[in-house]
T-cell receptor
Framework: KQEVTQIPAALSVPEGENLVLNCSFT??????LQWFRQDPGKGLTSLLL?????REQTSGRLNASLDKSSGRSTLYIAASQPGDSATYLC???????????FGKGNQVVVIP | GAVVSQHPSRVICKSGTSVKIECRSL??????MFWYRQFPKQSLMLMAT?????????EQGVEKDKFLINHASLTLSTLTVTSAHPEDSSFYIC?????????????FGPGTRLTVL
């Protein structure tokens, strides 16, 4: 059974600092890796999807890397803004049936 | 593109009643949808996989007679919580899988907050 750990569970940073969020898996046989954002009381917004053949993906201030050999992914958010405050979830869509295994998330607060 | 809606967004019901939640993919067809439950400060827990035209596949520990799933079309799946009890109060989120060549991406609905009194 895939278990996903996200560190740190929660963090607060002043506006403008870069954010580094870590995600690790017990089963390193990862097919794709997806990062999501969840605002309080809301659903999930897909941020980045890293395919099995890729090592990283970038979208604006967001960059996600994937190291399959160590079963780790890192999400970088550059020059954080108060609007980045949310919970960030990583998930491993199991190859073949796409059942997502989620971590508990990184709860981020960006202080103006 | 890739928008998933849920209805209702919030529902309060009395214990013993049944509640139906709809999940729709608005601009793509989804042969597979997923239903999740999320308790406060917890991650999403997959309840079941909903396949168009066939029976849903439930995760271990999820009662299929309690949580009825119907995936009647390529854009609609429904979750019915039967004889709801206070312990069923939770945030229910659906997702729809969009197939794009060799990989699939899931898109999530905004969630439904269920409160059972």
């Amino acid at each position: 059974k895939q278990e996903v750990t996200q560190i740190p569970a929660a963090l607060s940073v002043p506006e403008g600092e870069n954010l580094v969020l870590n995600c690790s898996f017990t089963d390193s046989a990862i097919y794709n890796l997806q990062w999501f954002r969840q605002d309080p009381g809301k659903g999930l917004t897909s941020l980045l999807l890293i395919q099995s053949s890729q090592r990283e993906q970038t979208s604006g201030r967001l960059n996600a890397s994937l190291d399959k050999s160590s079963g780790r992914s890192t999400l970088y958010i550059a020059a954080s803004q108060p609007g980045d405050s949310a919970t960030y979830l990583c998930a491993d869509p199991r190859h073949g049936n796409n059942r997502l295994a989620f971590g508990k998330g990184n709860q981020v607060v960006v202080i103006p | 593109g890739a928008v998933v809606s849920q209805h209702p967004s919030r529902v309060i019901c009395k214990s013993g009643t049944s509640v139906k939640i709809e999940c729709r993919s608005l601009d793509f067809q989804a042969t597979t949808m997923f239903w999740y439950r999320q308790f406060p400060k917890q991650s999403l827990m997959l309840m079941a996989t909903s396949n168009e035209g066939s029976k849903a596949t439930y995760e271990q520990g999820v009662e299929k007679d309690k949580f009825l799933i119907n995936h009647a079309s390529l854009t609609l799946s429904t979750l019915t919580v039967t004889s709801a009890h206070p312990e069923d109060s939770s945030f229910y989120i659906c997702s729809a899988r969009r197939f794009q060549g060799v990989y699939n991406e899931q898109f999530f609905g905004p969630g439904t907050r269920l409160t059972v009194l």
